[in-house]
């Protein structure tokens, strides 16, 4: 029997994609738990409306990845590290307080984008991966202590 995917199942396929599956497998499982539709006229014109509704939304996304790549590109988070008086650092940068900063300068991301692949873990400046899927911006971290925080 061939089947629109509704949603993406391993093994199967992807969402929208069309397959040719067994009819026990089509009719007793997928088409029951709403996870594909029989292929006939009226739902492959169903398929094309959403595949360009889809296709409007992946640019709209884009355009906004885009924007926020550009605004993240444009700053520089400037976090604070506990140390003691000689500099001896007591903690390191990690996503959540990279995302804390960047909420603070009116950006909300989720945690999957921010790719730290290892926690920063002492003073300096330092570029971060931020992945949008199709792009990726390079987020500017300069880490300082708290007493040059006092100091300045």
Known sequence: MKIILLKDLKKVGKMYETKEVKDGYA???LIPKKFAKVVNDSN???LDRQKVGLEKKIQENE???????TRLENIQLTIYLKSDKEGNIFESVRVPMILKELKK???ELDKQNINL?????????????IDFGSIVAKLKIKTVTENEE???
């Not at 692949?117 to 991966?129: A, H, L, N, R, T």
């Open 27 to 29: 009719v007793n499982f």
């Open 44 to 46: 492959m014109k169903w």
């Open 63 to 69: 355009k906004i990845a885009q924007d926020l790549v």
């Open 105 to 107: 300068q009116g950006i």
């Open 117 to 129: 692949e290892e926690k920063i873990k002492s003073i300096g400046d330092f570029e971060v991966p």
């Open 150 to 152: 006092q100091e300045g």
